[in-house]
């Protein structure tokens, strides 16, 4: 192994335990998955499950690259990587994908273009109040109080209300036909 490659390897975090649960990574991570893994997974940085890996969870990351077994949807901001021994059971989002021969893909998937660099809540693009407010072309005030009556689907994070624009198009469609 060349002494960049070596470099490269030691700066990952390996988990190799049998773990459960939600784990979400604020900071960029390098992240390898080599035992069992169930829940949800959210990382900025590059994630790899190993090739001996059983993970069913969702995963939310940027740089994926799959060796092992993985059951759940899988939205990878920059790139996902399914390797030759590497097994996708769910939906894909991601600007690029590869797949080696052999790996398997069961499940459909979205090549976004224009990937949301916004944080994101369940790798949907959020807006916050103002954005929204100049989406709908409304007053601030008016989907602030739709937000806190529960009107208008949203969500509170650090004090600020945050809105999925997928689950506000769909609202705003449902609006408009009477549903």
Do not use: H
């Not at 998955?33 to 590059?46: D, P, Q, V």
């Amino acid at each position: 192994m060349r002494k960049r490659e070596k470099e490269e390897e030691e700066k990952f975090l390996d988990i190799t335990a049998n773990m459960e649960g939600n784990l979400s990574f604020n900071d960029p991570v390098n992240l390898r998955i080599n035992g069992e893994f169930k829940g949800s997974l959210t990382t900025k940085g590059r994630l790899v499950i190993g090739e001996e890996a059983v993970v069913n969870a969702g995963i939310n990351g940027e740089e994926i690259s799959i060796a092992g077994k993985l059951t759940g949807n899988v939205k990878a901001s920059k790139k996902l990587e399914i390797l030759s021994s590497g097994q996708v059971n769910g939906d894909v989002q991601t600007p690029v994908i590869s797949i080696d021969e052999g790996g398997i893909l069961q499940g459909r998937c979205q090549m976004l273009f224009d990937f949301p660099e916004k944080e994101t809540f369940k790798n949907e693009k959020l807006m916050s109040l103002k954005e929204l407010a100049e989406y709908l072309e409304l007053d601030l005030n008016v989907v602030e109080k739709w937000a806190v009556s529960k009107k208008i689907p949203a969500v509170r994070k650090n004090g600020e209300w945050l809105f999925e624009k997928e689950k506000i198009d769909k609202w705003v469609s449902e609006e408009k036909a009477g549903v």
